[in-house]
C-alpha cells in the first residue's frame, strides 16, 4: 500500500522542486547562449492529473508537465520496508512561430530540467527516505500546429526514475 501512497507524493515533489528551482536554471541555460533564441520561464508547472484544460489554455509561454508513468519494487527488506522506484515524465511544452526556435527551445529545456532535478537530488525534502533521481531517457518531438499555423508546439521531456526506502 506504501507504493500507492507515494505515486501521488513523488509527482508533487518534482512539481514543488521545479518550482523552486527550474526559473534559475532556465536563466543559467539562456545564458550559455548569444543567437537571439528567447527561452522564457515556465507560465506553468503542473502535475498532469489536472483536468487538460487546465494544463495548456491560455498558456502565454512554455508549460512544464509532470505525471507518473508507474514504478517497480526494487528490493524487499525481511523487516517490513522495500525500496521502490517511483517513474515519472517531465514534460516541457514550448510554443513558437519557428520551427528553429521551437527545436532549440526544447533542447535547452531538457537541458535546464536536467539541472535543476540533479541538484535537487532530495527534491523539496517532502519525501522520507529519498535515495536519489535519477535521470533517464529524453526526448523530443513536435506535436501541434495552431489551426491557423501562428505557431508550433514542441514537447521535450525526461523520464525521471525517484528512488525512496519505503515501510510496508
Known sequence: MAATKSINA???AVVNTLIASL????DAV??????????LHPVKILPFWRPPQQL??????????VSSLGGRTLSDGALGWQEMAHMVEVTALV????????????ARY?????????????LDNS?????????GRYGKSMVLSSPAKEFLGYN????????LEELM
Not at 127 to 135: F, K, Y
Request: glycine share 8%; proline share 3%; net charge negative.
Open 156 to 163: 521535450a521531456g525526461w523520464e525521471v526514475t525517484i528512488r
Open 110 to 122: 531538457l537541458e535546464a530540467i536536467q539541472e535543476a532535478l540533479v541538484k535537487h537530488q532530495q
Open 95 to 106: 510554443r513558437t512561430n519557428d520551427l528553429y526556435q521551437a527545436e532549440a527551445q526544447a
Open 30 to 39: 539562456a545564458a550559455q547562449w548569444t543567437d537571439g533564441i528567447p527561452l
Open 23 to 26: 526559473n534559475a536554471e532556465v
Open 56 to 65: 495548456v489554455m491560455g498558456a502565454s509561454g512554455p508549460v512544464v508537465i
Open 127 to 135: 519525501l522520507r527516505a529519498c535515495v536519489g533521481v535519477q535521470l
Open 10 to 12: 513523488t509527482v508533487v
